[in-house]
């Protein structure tokens, strides 16, 4: 048995009978330090300032938030390590098929009302689990990919790894993924749903396909999760990622705003339906998605100038020029200047459309890196859109060729014609799909010999 005198608790729950009960059951343990978070933002907090040992979390936190929903935002700003222990606390039977199916999982959960006996049983099991897992942790924080797959790999074959085996073929197959290791990572998710029909297991297995650009198979993959696992919001933003891929921005948006219905606080998928619907020409749904993330994304560094810019982006296509100013001009010069190229190439962009007297100099100037340098995609796409404008064809013409060599051609055909045929250029744009389809087909050709 642990020795849980030695180990910070962190209780979370907005009620206060709730929480001094938790707290009596961790001090009959033996607990000595237990600390208080009576809302989301103030776990949060205390969570940065001094990472607990053992979190004890209600499932509902009240103001619409989910100790899930907590724990997705501390697995995306990687303030959890992997050694600490994340209990959820719920009176929710129900709580079963929601944690069977969504991948961001706690390490256990508990339903109330429960007894000491009955915490201390299942907090033995996690810490032993998380001791069996000690040294991968450590290699995977480092970024050592070689060496925490190696480690997986003895631990499956080891008799303490037994009760563990599908957790350790699911860490194999992220890090798998997180080293490039894509085919791999497919073949180990597909190894698991020969056992077991995880749907995690088969959100991977759409994932893997989707790194492979095999775009069909993966949503085949993903419709069956989204259709089987309505709570699985997770999967939602794998299919609409997959059919913008495929071109489909209609399908993309719709199932975004379901599962953002659902979800309104998951800032993440905000943006992600902000840019299916940008893609979809619903500015308006896209704008509201981004205002919403810059009013209330509220972890700190969370909100980021890359957001703004978006927001900014999606006024321009709307043709609302005045908010588009009063956002990029809401950036200090300081910041614009501390920008990598591709979101300088944004910045003046944007600028020069909204506010030309100040931002086509600026344009202007920068147009030199603009042709050589390397760029993202929304990048391109803005400079691609202020050249148009400006009758800048060599320029224009440049970010469009970049853009329909590369491997999002087909998610962003439909803007990039758009854009061309408003400005009477529809037939240059085929000329370029065409130069671009023929260098393909000249490259893929092997030589005769």
């Not at 700190?300 to 978006?310: N, Y």
């Not at 320029?395 to 962003?412: F, W, Y």
Request: proline share 4%.
């Amino acid at each position: 048995m642990a020795d849980y005198r030695k180990k910070r608790f962190l209780v979370i729950d907005d009620q206060p009978l709730a929480r001094d009960a938790l707290r009596s059951v961790a001090q009959t343990l033996g607990a000595f330090a237990v600390e208080f978070s009576t809302n989301y933002q103030d776990a949060i907090y205390r969570i940065r300032q001094n990472v607990p040992d053992i979190i004890l979390c209600d499932y509902v936190l009240g103001e619409g938030r989910s100790g899930q929903q907590l724990l997705e935002e501390l697995r995306r700003f990687n303030l959890l390590p992997d050694e600490t222990i994340f209990m959820m606390v719920t009176g929710e039977q129900s709580y079963e098929q929601v944690v069977a199916a969504v991948e961001l999982v706690p390490d256990d959960y508990i339903i109330k009302p429960f007894s000491p006996d009955k915490l201390l049983l299942r907090l033995d099991r996690i810490m032993e689990k998380k001791n069996f897992f000690a040294d991968y942790y450590r290699e995977k924080r480092r970024q050592e990919y070689a060496q925490a797959l190696a480690i997986l790999q003895a631990c499956r074959t080891s008799e303490a790894g037994r009760p563990y085996r599908y957790e350790i073929l699911r860490q194999q197959a992220e890090v798998e993924m997180a080293s490039g290791l894509v085919e791999q990572a497919e073949a180990t998710y597909r190894g698991i749903l020969e056992k077991f029909n995880f749907p995690w297991a088969r959100a991977g297995v759409a994932r893997s396909l989707q790194q492979q650009n095999r775009l069909s198979e993966a949503r085949q993959e993903i419709d069956q999760v989204v259709a089987g696992t309505p709570h699985y919001f997770d999967a939602a933003d794998v299919k609409a990622s997959i059919c913008m891929a495929q071109g489909e921005h209609a399908e993309a948006q719709k199932v975004l705003d379901t599962a953002s219905q659902k979800t309104p606080r998951n800032y993440l998928r905000k943006r992600l339906l902000a840019e299916a619907a940008n893609l979809n020409g619903d500015t308006a749904t896209a704008s509201a998605a981004l205002s919403d993330v810059l009013a209330n994304d509220s972890m700190p560094g969370a909100v980021t100038p890359a957001d703004r810019l978006a927001l900014a982006r999606t006024h321009v296509a709307a043709n609302e020029l005045i908010g588009a100013e009063k956002v990029l001009l809401s950036l200090r010069e300081s910041e614009v200047q501390n920008m990598a190229l591709s979101e300088q190439a944004s910045y003046v962009a944007l600028l020069a459309l909204s506010l030309p007297g100040k931002g086509k100099p600026r344009f202007s100037g920068l147009r030199p890196a603009l042709l050589v340098g390397e760029l993202d995609t929304a990048a391109r796409i803005d400079v691609m859109r202020t050249a148009l404008d400006l009758a800048d064809n060599d320029l224009a013409d440049h970010q469009c060729e970049q853009l329909m060599a590369g491997n999002e051609a087909k998610k962003l055909f439909g803007t990039l014609r758009g854009l061309y045929s408003r400005h009477g250029r529809e037939m240059d744009f085929r000329d370029i799909q065409r130069q671009v389809a023929l260098k393909r087909i000249h490259h893929e050709t092997p030589a005769a010999g």
